[in-house]
Structure formats: C-alpha cells, structure tokens
C-alpha cells in the first residue's frame, strides 16, 4: 500500500489511533503514580508536560519523559496537589453544612469557595510544568491568567463539567472514563493553556522591549542634557558610539 493509503502514517486514523494509545499510556501513568494520593499532584504536573507538547504536536515518547517530570516534580507538584486535596474537601463540607437549616451561608461559602480554588489551581499544574517558579507564585500567576482571561476560562470550566458529565453517563462511559478520564481533561486544559501562555509570553516580550526602548531614551536624553549643560566638556564623540 502507497504512502498515501488509509492505514498509512499519516492517514487520519492512524493519527488518531496514535494518539489514542499515546493518551492511554499517559492516563495508566497518571492512576499509577496517583496510588499514593500524595504524590497525585506530581503526577499530574508530569502528565501536563506530556500535553502541553500534544497540544504543539511535537509528542515523543510518553513513559520516559513522564517519570523524569515526575522526579523532577516531586516536591512542589505534591505540595500544590496536597493544597487542592485540602480545598476539596473544604469545599465538601461547606455542600455538607449548606443541606442543615439556615445552611445558605454555607453555599455561599462554598460557591465562592470552588470559583477560588478553580481560579488558583487550574492553570497551576501547566504553569509548574512549563515555567520554574515558586509554588505561591504559580498559584498567583493561575488565578491572574484565569482572571485575565475570565470568559475563556468559564469555558473550560464548563466544557470539564461537560467532559466530566459524559464520563459518568452510565457504565459504559464509566469504563471509558477510567481509561482515558483523567488525560482527556489534562489535555482539555493544555489546549487553552497554551495559547494563553503564548499571549502573556508576547505581552511580557513587548513590554520588556518597551521599557529597554524607553531606557535607550533616557539614556540619550541624559547625555545630550549633559553636553548641553557643558559646552566645553569633551563629552562623548560619535565614535565612541560604533
């Protein structure tokens, strides 16, 4: 069969049945590294390098470069993956409390609460995979991003709650979910991720090439105000310049 045939490797199923069996493998080395629940964190933050480079198309290998993020990870990845468990299950009880009488403060709380957690943490796990930062600094820089860009992140917020809603339809999907669940919203994530990342990425280029601009400026003002002030100083010549 020619190149161009339709189990060639660079027909569309093919594609897709590679990226198939690629999110397979990346979701079993998430459950797997996930057992131990504080580690899940880690895991997830080494699940999103590998998504993070689907979304750019330049996927390789899955365990190797996976278990390497995880080490690399392990600590800070854990932290913030123990900070989420810990807002969970705040969250959890303020539902609980919120089923007793004179329990709307408690949804309130809860509410509120959830948009908190959603905004610091579902950019956080990318940024930590992509960027090296502090961990109360990837917190803060996930909820400025998902407030910059509010609308876009509403959006993936519904498309998990939609994506999540699918996967516990009935046992069917249930079984799908535990294949692929878990990599199916990482890489839902990675795929807004990225182009965000890229836009904060442009905005801090040109900003950084402003301020060297406006330095630059400053710079030659304040020599030509020091000639100016000493006509008979030697000052500095053209040439000093080249």
């Known amino acids: 069969m020619g190149n161009n045939g339709f189990f060639s490797i660079e027909s569309p199923l093919y594609k897709f049945m590679s990226r198939l069996t ?3 493998k990346l979701n079993f080395l998430w459950v797997l590294c996930s057992l131990p629940i504080i580690t899940m964190g880690a895991a997830t ?3 999103f390098t590998i998504t993070l480079k689907m979304v750019e198309e330049e996927e390789g290998y899955i365990a190797g470069p996976f278990f390497r993020e995880f080490k690399n990870n392990l600590g800070k990845g854990s932290i913030i993956g123990i900070i989420q468990l810990i807002a969970m299950y705040a ?21 509120l609460a959830t948009f908190l957690a959603f905004m610091h943490l579902v950019y956080a796990y990318a940024l930590l995979a992509r960027y090296e930062n502090t961990i109360i600094n990837t917190l803060r820089n996930s909820y400025s991003i ?21 996967f516990m339809w009935n046992f069917t999907t249930i079984l799908i979910g535990i294949l692929l669940g878990p990599a199916c919203i990482i890489l839902t994530i990675s795929g807004f991720a990225r182009p965000l990342f ?24 304040a020599l030509e105000d020091e000639e100016f002030e000493n006509p008979d100083s030697d000052g500095l010549k053209e040439e000093d310049f080249n």
């Open 22 to 24: 690629d999110m397979i």
């Open 45 to 47: 933050t080494a699940a």
């Open 91 to 111: 969250i959890y009880l303020d539902f609980q409390l919120s089923k007793l009488e004179g329990g709307t403060m408690f949804t309130v709380i809860g509410v």
């Open 146 to 166: 998902g407030l910059r860009y509010l609308f876009k992140t509403l959006g993936l917020f519904l498309i998990i709650v939609l994506e999540c809603g699918i």
């Open 198 to 221: 890229r836009l904060v990425e442009n905005d801090n280029e040109e900003r950084a090439a402003q301020k060297e601009e406006q330095e630059k400026e400053y710079d030659s003002d």
